[in-house]
């Protein structure tokens, strides 16, 4: 079973950064022909898309995280990242990691940012 394991939430102050992973399972001759997308919900909200990185390198952003978020790719090791800088409390929130055309979801990381 294709897994996606998400790494590197975790409890910072306003103004700082976090580095999210996500490994997948799938091979690399699987992996690098998916779209890959962050995903997070805040509390109390749906689940809202936060950035796509295409097979190409093309890169896409919220507007609430363009210019602070940065999403990349190593296909070689099978893992998609999301910097985070700038952190504001409004980020808090649970982030998952998704491949578009497998539709595998990851089991979610925290991200807490303190005012």
């Known amino acids: 079973q294709v897994q996606l394991v998400e790494s590197g939430g975790g409890l910072v102050q306003t103004g700082e950064s976090l580095r999210l992973s996500c490994v997948s399972s799938h091979s690399t001759s699987f992996f690098r022909v998916q779209t ?28 609430s995280v363009k210019d602070r978020f940065i999403i990349s790719r190593n296909n070689a090791a099978h893992t998609v990242y999301l910097q985070m800088n700038s952190l504001k409390p ?21 991200v807490t940012v303190s005012s």
């Open 36 to 63: 890959m997308n962050w995903y997070r919900r805040r509390p109390g909200e749906e689940r809202e898309l936060v950035a796509t990185i295409t097979t190409s390198g093309s890169r896409n952003y919220a507007e």
């Open 90 to 110: 409004e980020d808090t929130g649970v982030y998952y990691c998704h491949e578009a055309l497998s539709g595998t979801w990851g089991q979610g990381t925290l």
